[in-house]
Nanobody, 124 residues
Framework: QLQLVESGGGLVQPGGSLRLSCAAS????????IGWFRQAPGKERERVSC????????DYLDSVKGRFTISKDNAKNTVYLQMNSLKPEDAAVYYC?????????????????WGQGTQVTVSS
């Protein structure tokens, strides 16, 4: 059974850093794309970043480019989201998800398997 579990969220001051982890089980990340999403209260879920299966091609939401980095460790079957220079507007519940294919999609609806989410709070 395909499962994703996020961790690494927490409270951080503006300008600080966090690294989120998305541990996969039941499938091998070599063949699946993983996306990171976030949802703040009262807002729609938005796609933050995605990395493809075997090609490791990554893309980012414009507002996080240069601050966030997505990476993958196939040996640990885990995808990471390194978040630097955090801003209050980055606060949200962060989720990882897969399209059940090797390719990323721009549409949230194409991501069919989701983790439970991890809370990120950015506040002084």
């Amino acid at each position: 059974q395909l499962q994703l579990v996020e961790s690494g969220g927490g409270l951080v001051q503006p300008g600080g850093s966090l690294r989120l982890s998305c541990a996969a089980s039941g499938f091998t990340l070599d063949y699946y794309a993983i996306g990171w999403f976030r949802q703040a209260p009262g807002k729609e879920r938005e796609r933050v970043s995605c990395i493809t299966g075997s090609d490791y091609i990554a893309d980012y939401l414009d507002s996080v480019k240069g601050r966030f980095t997505i990476s993958k460790d196939n040996a640990k079957n885990t995808v990471y989201l390194q978040m630097n220079s955090l801003k209050p507007e980055d606060a949200a519940v962060y989720y990882c998800a897969t399209t059940d294919s090797a390719w990323c999609s721009k549409s949230v609806a194409d991501f069919t398997s989701w983790g439970q989410g991890t809370q990120v709070t950015v506040s002084s």
